[in-house]
């Protein structure tokens, strides 16, 4: 399988749980990223990877949790969530981190905490 | 402040129609500027970046420094350009920043 896949599709857990999504890219691609997307906001980057060095945290609450064990896995570990942090969760992934790479999207991880 | 702003959340034209999608961006430096379109249960995808300078499906963007706005633009739209569109700057660490989208739709 080519390009970004995001597992799983969709998740439902409660408050007190902890879950994990998965991203893998086959791209051989050196960056990775995390996005949110929700209803009431715009696009919004949560964690950048460059040859699985953490490089951007953009003010993510600590029960989100990323982990890039090598350049072409990204994990984002959940737990303790809140019903507002239901979203889309999308993984991407870049040549590089440099300024101006194309960015490539995942279909995303639909997250309904309850 | 790295900033992207797209004025409309919708815009509806009837096929055939010229349409203009707007995007600003606010940005200290060089900017680098994309959109993406995400068709109907379609991931997310790029349509085009300025830096290419080029024409995809019949879409093109150009850079206005001077009114900091980088317009997608097509001269006749079909119902198959009916999708979401987010215009987005990036950053340092290709922190690419997007606007909210706009939603057009393109009506026979």
């Known amino acids: 399988e080519t390009g970004v896949t995001q597992t799983p599709r969709h998740l439902v857990m409660g408050m007190t749980n902890k879950k994990s999504l998965k991203c893998e890219q086959h791209l051989g691609h050196n960056a990775m990223y995390w996005y949110k997307q929700s209803a009431k906001k715009p696009l919004e980057l949560m964690f950048v990877?460059?040859?699985?060095?953490?490089?951007e945290n953009n003010s993510v609450p600590s029960r989100f949790s990323p982990e890039c064990p090598n350049s072409s896995h990204l994990f984002l570990h959940l737990h303790t969530l809140q019903p507002e942090d239901s979203a889309l969760y999308l993984c991407?992934?870049?040549?590089?981190?440099?300024?101006?790479?194309?960015?490539?999207f995942g279909e995303g991880s639909w997250l309904t905490v309850v | 402040a790295q900033r992207v702003t797209q004025p409309e959340k919708l815009l509806s034209v009837f096929k055939g129609a010229p349409v203009e999608l707007k995007c600003n961006y606010s940005?200290?430096?060089?900017?680098?500027l994309f959109w993406y379109v995400q068709y109907s249960r379609q991931r997310l995808q790029l349509l085009l970046r300025h830096i290419s300078r080029e024409s995809i499906k019949g879409f093109t963007a150009d850079l206005n420094k001077g009114e900091t706005s980088f317009h997608l633009k097509k001269p006749f739209a079909q119902e198959e350009d009916s999708a979401m569109y987010y215009c987005?700057?990036?950053?340092?660490?290709?922190?690419?920043?997007f606007g909210a989208g706009t939603r057009l739709t393109v009506k026979p």
């Open positions: 990877y460059s040859l699985e060095e953490r490089v």
């Open positions: 987005a700057l990036s950053g340092y660490n290709n922190d690419m920043r």
């Open positions: 940005y200290s430096g060089s900017p680098e």
């Open positions: 991407a992934s870049s040549l590089s981190a440099e300024r101006g790479n194309t960015i490539y």
